[in-house]
Structures are given as C-alpha cells and as structure tokens.
C-alpha cells in the first residue's frame, strides 16, 4: 500500500500544479478578494457559524462542504491514499481557533485501495476563544483551505474564505445567522464521543493482525474500526466481528509493511445505532477475566480446507493418544480380553469393537457438549478441564484402584465395573466394551498428544458443528486401533492361545494401574494440600475393604450390598473432603524455590519484553504426564538451562493445575485450550513462537539460538548494570 502511496503523492503534486487545478480567487488583499463561500470543481466550500454576532467567550463554527454524488473528501487518516482538508488562519488579535473537529467516517473503496472519507454534505466544527478585553466591533477570520477531492479519479483544491461578524462583548445571546443555522441543522454528522467509563476495549496482536477486545455490558453484533495512524491496518481487507456476551471481539488485518506491533491501538470505533467512539485500546498479552470478564477469543475463520486439515490432525492425535501412558493400559486391558475370548466367541468380535468405539464417542461427544454449555454461559474453559477438579481426581484414584484390586486377583468383576450377579452376566460383555470406551475417554484428557494441541485449540473457538466434527474425528482416532483388530477377526490368530500365563499377566498389568493411582495422589497432594490425601487414602482403604467382600464371599448379594453401601461412602467422603479439607498447595520442590524459574503471570511478561528480555513460557500442570516427562527430559537439562541463561531468557511457569481463568485466556490467545504450550516471546515481535508440545533438549537449544542477538545483549548489558 505504500507504493500506492507514493505513485498517489506525485500526481497529487502534478495535478496541484497544473493549469487544470481548482480557480482560486485572488489573493486576498481586500475583503472584495475573498468570501465566507466558494464553488469548486465537484464541491461547493463554505466557512460558516450559527452565531449572527461573536459574543465572548466563544462561540462555535464550521468548515462545510458539499461534494457532487460519487465524490468524497477525506477523514483525519485518509487511508490508502489522500489527505484530509487543511486550514491555515489568519486571525485579528485576541482572538483564536481550535483545530477542526473530523466527524466518524466511512469507508470508501477506491479500485484495490480502501479509503476513510466523506460522501455527500460534511461539517468540520471548531470553536472560535476570544480574549476579555475584545472591543465591540467587524471581526473577520481569514483561511487558506485546501482539499483533495476524489473519484475514480483526485483534484486538488484550495481556497480563501472568511467569516466575518459583529462583535459584541455586551450581547446576552449570539443570536442565529439565518443562512449559516440553516446549514448548520441540516448536517447530521456523528461525531466520536469518548468512550464510557464503564466500557473497556482491549487488543491482543495475532499472527495476521490484531484481535481487539471491546466490553460494553451488553452483546455487540456491528463494529468498524478506523485508525487514527496510517500502516497499521491493511485497510481493504474484512473486518470480522464476532458477538459475544458482553460485547464483541473485531478481528483485523495488519499492514504487510508493518514490523513492530504499537503498544496502543488509537482510532475511531463505530458500533450498531451510529455510535462512535475515541478509543485508545491497550495491548494486552492475553485477554484476563479480570480486564474483560467473560470475553472469549474469536472464532478463527472457518474454511472447508482448515476444517480438513483439523480433522486430520486430530484423527492422527488420537490414534497416537493410544500410546501415551494414561491410556496405554486400558487398550492393553482391551487386548487382554481379546487374548482370553475363545473361538466360539470371534463372530462377536465386531460388535466388541463397535461397542468399544460407540463408548468413545457418546463420552467425546458428551464432554464436547458440556463444554460448549460452559461457554455459552460465559465459562472459559480448556480440555482437560475436569482433573482441576479435586472430587473427580479423587474419585478417579478411587475408580483406578478398584479395576486394579481387580486385577490384582482380589475379587472378578470384569471390566464393567459392576457386580457380577446372574441377572447381569450376560450383558456384562458388551456393557464392559463400552464402558472401556468411556474410561479411556476419561483418562486420555490429561495426556495431550502430539498434533492435538492446535486441533482442540481451533475446535473450542469455532462453531459448534466444527467443535464436534473436530472431536468426532478425535474420537475416531483413539478407538481406531481396537476397532480395527476387531473388524478383521483373522488378525486375532497373531494373538497367543489363552492359558494360564494370562492370569500372571493379569496381575501384572494392576502394576501401572496402582502407579497411576500413586500419581493421583501425588496431583491431590500438590494442588490440594494433605488433608484432601488424608481422605484419599482413608478412601482407598474403604474401596479394599469393599473388594474384600466381593473376594471373600463373591456369591453372596448380602456382600454385594454391603460393598455398594461401602463405595457409598467413598463417594460421600469424597465430596465432603473437596469441600472442606482443601488447603493451600504443598510446596514439594516448587521449581519457583530452584532460582531460575518465576511464576507466569502477564504483566511479568511484559515487564520483562519491555525491558529487552526474551521470555519462555511453560504452561504445565501436575496432571499432565507429558508436561512432566518434558520438563525432565528437556526443560531440566543443564545444557538447556545454560542456554536460556546465556541468552538471558526469562523464564516464566504457568502451573495450570488448578484452575485458573488468567491462563485459560492466555492459552487461548494462543490458540490452544490445553497444556502443555510452550512460547518463546521475543521483544519487538508481536506474536510468540510455539513450540512442540513434545520436546527435545535440541527442539528447545534450536529456538533458543535463533533468538536475536542484538535482543538477548541489551537485556544482558542491562542486567549486568543493575
């Protein structure tokens, strides 16, 4: 656009020089030479004010203009190409004007340029001051104008008016000039008001541009916004709006020229009902509940070959969800069921499978619709959301400990979770396969695979069709591998013959089971304090005892109901123990306490960007076991740690264990709605870089190297100086 620019300048210069510009009157050396109006090629121009006299302290006036139909002069930033009218005054002693008033614009397309103009009649109002001491008497006040009119084509224009009036420094009213009032009601230009006290308007700097955040206590449905500063926005391109409670978040599209993002957004934003405000929206690192409650991020543009290459990813996200360790174990229990299925048993294979897979998408789909429901409501909320909760954590321990007291030999319930009553048995099969499904479900939530980051990110910002189609396609992944096996029974023949040996791999498998529960508990003990683990464990014993009456008398339903009663009380413990004994967080080993690491916060970032300072961001939680195995395996590694502190990187830990809103914002600014998110922020860039969500001591040396030198020296000259 800036070429436009420049070719636009030169003709402008040429054609202010050629014989063909406006007729201008003379100069003026007598009030014959000059005049209050004067017609112009395509505009009639005209200095006008509604007082018939000028009566102290001052009075109000205007520069008007009437364009012919299709011809339009231009705003305070003319946009792509133009420039806004100018007045240079002369002025009789005592006497002064302010600078003109630029009423709200419009755009104006103009071949591939975008303008911000006016169409059709336009006032700009300014206020005429006048000293104490003004002595009654003719009072004329002399402009130079000049303009720049436009259509397919622009003429350059100027002028010399004046207005002249009495002054009358003992008149009580200035009266009304009859001509100059007549124009002055007819023109219903919206001038921008300032922005109410109650109303907030934020931004946040995307890859492509700018998200600006704007809280007026009610749903905004209409928005245009209009820079005050030229190369900041590409101008023709769309501006999307999206509503949202209370509200509306604008997307825009930044100048391809532009290189550092400014830390204010100043301009003119025009909503529903022709109102207009001033507005200097600050930039923000993310948008906070507590700066703009309830705003979410807007939806990303929706388009068929995104929609693919989401779908894609998270259909590949959940077939490599499968082999992360929360999941693992529970498609081995599936293997082992089909390992222990005897031959007249394979025609049912298939419907296992289908079962298995149904089970997996109603849990998908079931969640998927408690989160839209939450959002709808105003709640920001992220994928695995639910292990921020202490009773699901502990109840998820209690779950776990039973299927591996099971396991472990101590009583036979199958994988339904249930008793093993005759009335039940021969649906336990099919009931087990779903309900496998559903716990496979529940425990891959904590484990974000690879690829799935950037798909559930898009997915719980786009539409609710998109959400569930992504989620759809998530869900298929994950149940793909046994379905499958099931779908092709000749494949089952790999698998070794049922035998004894399966009861020893049985009891094995509870292993893992009861380390996930140890890591349950670890979780609780971090984020909850001990007194939510005092009644974990008392839980856990409870469920033994429970297992203890289906192992000891497993025929007896007065065993049956005395176990229920039991896991009765687990649940109720449970509740109680989450409402009343959570405490503050334990501090084992707070990474904080190592010296290196400080807690995220954003205006911990931005202090530290301000200052020159790269900054890296680790958005983790105790629940996550990939954040955990990253941290030890990249993050925690001493040629890793020497790096950041070669380079003087800040580095920032954003511990989403329990909940917090300020991150749940920030990781969606990021685009994602789960951890682990890993940004490397550089100063002058407005957007960070992303790395994996797997990574490797090298993955993290790489980003690190590429830091800008001329960066990581000045914030390191500057912490040597302090």
């Known amino acids: ?64 203009f009437k364009l012919e139909p299709g011809w339009h002069i231009y705003w305070l930033n003319a946009g792509d190409s133009g420039a806004p009218p100018h ?149 023709p391109a769309p501006q999307t709006v999206t509503p949202v409670k209370n509200g509306l978040v604008l997307d825009l599209k930044k100048d391809p020229n532009l290189t550092a993002s400014p830390t204010k957004l100043r301009g003119v934003l025009e909503l529903s009902g022709g109102r207009n405000y001033e507005i200097a929206a600050t930039r923000e690192v993310s948008f906070g509940v507590a700066r703009i409650e309830s705003m979410p991020a807007a939806a990303p543009a929706f388009s068929f070959a995104a929609l693919a290459r989401i779908v894609g990813l998270a259909f590949l996200g959940g077939l490599l969800l499968n082999l992360m360790p929360c999941v693992f174990p529970v498609l081995f229990l599936k293997g082992l069921a089909l390992c222990q299925s005897g031959a007249e048993e394979r025609h049912k294979l298939r419907a296992h499978g289908f079962v298995y897979t149904i089970g997996i998408l109603v849990s998908f ?97 786009a539409p609710a069709a998109v959400t569930f189609a992504v989620f759809t396609a998530l869900a298929l992944g994950l149940a793909a591998p046994y379905f499958a096996l099931t779908l092709q029974p000749a494949w089952t023949r790999l698998l070794p013959r049922p035998g004894a040996w399966m009861d020893i791999l049985k009891q094995a498998v509870s292993v893992p089971i009861f380390a996930t529960v140890i890591w349950l508990a670890w979780v609780v003990a971090g984020a909850y304090g001990t007194g939510l683990v005092l009644a974990l464990l008392s839980s856990l014993l409870l469920i033994a005892i429970s297992g203890w009456f289906l192992g000891r008398w497993p025929a007896k339903r007065w065993a049956t109901v005395v176990a229920i009663l039991i896991l009765f009380c687990v649940l109720g413990l449970t509740l109680f123990a989450s409402k009343n004994m959570v405490t503050a967080p334990e501090t084992l080993a707070p990474p904080e306490k190592q010296g290196i690491w400080q807690s995220w916060s954003a205006d911990a970032v931005n202090r530290a960007l301000a200052a020159g300072q790269p900054a890296f961001v680790d958005f983790t939680a105790s629940w996550c076991l990939t954040c955990q195995v990253n941290e030890r395996v990249a993050l925690d590694q001493p040629e890793v740690m020497q790096a950041f502190t070669a380079h003087n990187v800040a580095l920032f830990r954003a511990d989403w264990t329990r909940q917090d809103p300020a991150i749940t914002q920030a990781l969606a600014a990021l685009g994602r709605s789960g951890v682990p998110v890993y940004a490397l922020y550089t100063p002058g860039q407005s957007t960070p870089q992303l790395l994996p969500q797997v990574l490797t001591p090298g993955i993290v040396l790489d980003a690190v190297a590429k830091l800008p030198t001329s960066a990581t020296q000045a914030a390191a000259g500057s912490s040597k100086q302090k």
């Open 1 to 64: 656009m800036r070429r436009f620019r420049l070719i636009f300048a030169l003709v402008a210069v040429l054609a202010w020089l050629s014989p063909t510009s406006a007729q201008l009157p003379a100069p003026a050396g007598s009030p014959k030479d000059t005049k209050a109006a004067f017609d112009a090629p395509h505009l009639h121009v005209q200095l006008v004010s509604p007082a018939r006299v000028f009566v102290p302290p001052r009075v109000d006036a205007g520069l008007y």
């Open 87 to 235: 007045v240079h005054w002369t002025l009789p002693k005592g006497v002064s004007v302010s600078a003109l008033q630029f009423p709200a614009p419009r755009r104006l397309p103009l071949g591939p340029l975008m303008d911000y103009g006016y169409e059709g009649q336009v006032l700009f109002p300014f206020t005429v001051s006048f000293a104490n001491d003004l002595k009654p008497g003719p009072i004329t006040l002399h402009a130079k104008v000049d303009w720049l009119v436009c259509r397919e084509v622009c003429i350059p224009g100027k002028a010399e008016l004046d207005l002249a009036r009495e002054a009358d420094p003992e008149a009580v009213t200035p009266g009304e000039d009859p001509d100059d009032y007549g124009i002055w009601e007819s023109v219903e230009n919206a001038f921008p008001q300032p922005l109410p006290s109650n109303d907030e308007v934020i931004f946040q700097p995307t890859p492509t541009g700018f998200r600006l955040a704007v809280s007026t206590g009610q749903r905004e449905t209409q928005a245009a916004f209009f820079p005050e500063d030229q190369n900041i926005l590409d101008n």
């Open 365 to 461: 789909w079931a969640l998927v619709a408690l989160l839209l429901a939450l959002r709808a409501a105003g709640a920001t909320l992220g994928w695995g959301f639910q292990f921020q909760s202490p009773a699901f954590l502990s109840l998820m321990a209690g779950l776990l400990f039973f299927l591996g007291l099971s396991l472990a030999g101590q009583f036979e319930i199958g994988l339904t979770l249930t008793s093993a009553g005759g009335s039940l048995a021969a649906k336990q099969g099919y009931a087990g396969s779903f309900f496998t499904g559903v716990l496979a479900v529940i425990v891959a939530t904590p484990c974000t695979a690879p690829f799935m980051g950037a798909a559930i990110g898009y997915a719980l910002s």
